[in-house]
């Protein structure tokens, strides 16, 4: 049976990936790591895992073919460059860093020893936004996050909200990219307001926008074709429009959010690769070319006060 690590214990472990691996035990040998005491233990009873380990080096002595990387962005890059060096598949929250050097320095080391290093984008596999991805011949296609009333400094909002939604409409885009624009409105106190990137390729033409100060907490995606229309939204509706028709539709009522949000699809499709020597569910080069946006977004954008 595969070892498979967990390092980093907190929010966003808890509440998108324990859930799942729990159920995967039967499958996989799970090994959690957290410097806290307290947290192993009542993770443990909970979820019922045998093994947990107070530190990296702990984790790396049983050897895991792969480790999901759930640690503070500014601890990614070593965490990850250490867990590669050591023949160890990497599953990592977004963003892999926030040092486009970096980034591409990791997938690189991760490709000269042939291993996955792969970048949480859940939503690339939300089954509504697949059937979003599947409509031929589009042409706009518009990705907003509002956030009801939200303070970031800008480096935080773009890597942490931003990149989302940014990945999001690139995973719909079918050709590739010809021209991209980007601009980013702070508010009085210095922090991101709006953030706004333009993409286009020889048929369509993308819109993201972010709004932190929105007064509604929402996610939408809109896709219009040579013939249909279709929004999805919060990853949990699709609603199709065709002239004096409209039909909204969703999941059986026991579907769980994990799986309408695209977390278990994406953490079952990154073990069996790793399983099968398979090929990474995140490409890399779609992984780097978010990154990039990003990062060229905070460093050339034209930024209004």
């Known amino acids: 049976m595969l070892k498979i690590g967990v390092i980093g214990l907190g929010n966003i472990a808890q509440k998108a990936y324990l859930p799942v691996i729990a159920g995967m035990q039967d499958q996989y040998e799970f090994h959690l790591a957290t410097r ?30 792969a480790v999901f990387v759930h640690t503070p962005t500014s601890t990614h890059a070593a965490i990850i460059r250490e867990l590669l060096e050591h ?16 980034v591409q320095a990791l997938y ?71 021209t991209t624009s980007g601009r980013l409105v702070l508010t009085p106190s210095g922090t991101l307001g709006q953030g706004y990137f333009s993409a286009s390729t020889d048929h369509e033409q993308l819109q993201v926008v972010v709004n932190m100060t929105g007064g509604v907490n929402l996610e939408q995606a809109t896709v219009q074709t040579t013939a249909q229309r279709a929004t999805v939204n919060d990853l949990s509706t699709i609603t199709r429009y065709a002239t004096a028709a409209t ?33 990474n569910p995140v490409t890399p080069a779609s992984a780097i070319t978010s990154h990039a946006v990003c990062r060229h977004l905070l460093s050339d954008s034209k930024v209004i006060n």
Request: hydrophobic fraction near 45%.
């Open 87 to 102: 023949d160890i598949n990497v599953y990592v929250d977004k963003p892999v860093a926030t040092d486009l050097n970096e």
């Open 247 to 279: 039909t909204t539709s969703g999941f059986p009522d026991w579907t769980p959010t994990l799986e309408k949000r695209g977390f278990a699809p994406l953490i079952r499709a990154f073990l069996t690769a790793v399983a099968t020597h398979g090929q």
């Open 36 to 65: 806290n005491p307290q947290k192993r233990a009542f993770l443990a009873a909970r979820y019922q895992f045998a093994h947990v380990h107070a530190s990296l080096e702990e984790l790396l002595a049983v050897k895991p073919a």
């Open 108 to 178: 690189d080391l991760a490709a000269a020893r042939h291993l996955l290093l792969t970048c949480g984008f859940n939503r690339h596999f939300a089954p509504l936004n697949q059937q979003l991805k599947a409509l031929p011949d589009k042409r706009s296609l518009t990705v907003e996050k509002i956030r009801e009333a939200t303070q970031q400094d800008p480096e935080t909002a773009v890597f942490d909200l931003m990149i989302h939604v940014i990945d999001t409409g690139l995973f719909l885009l079918d050709e590739p990219l010809a």
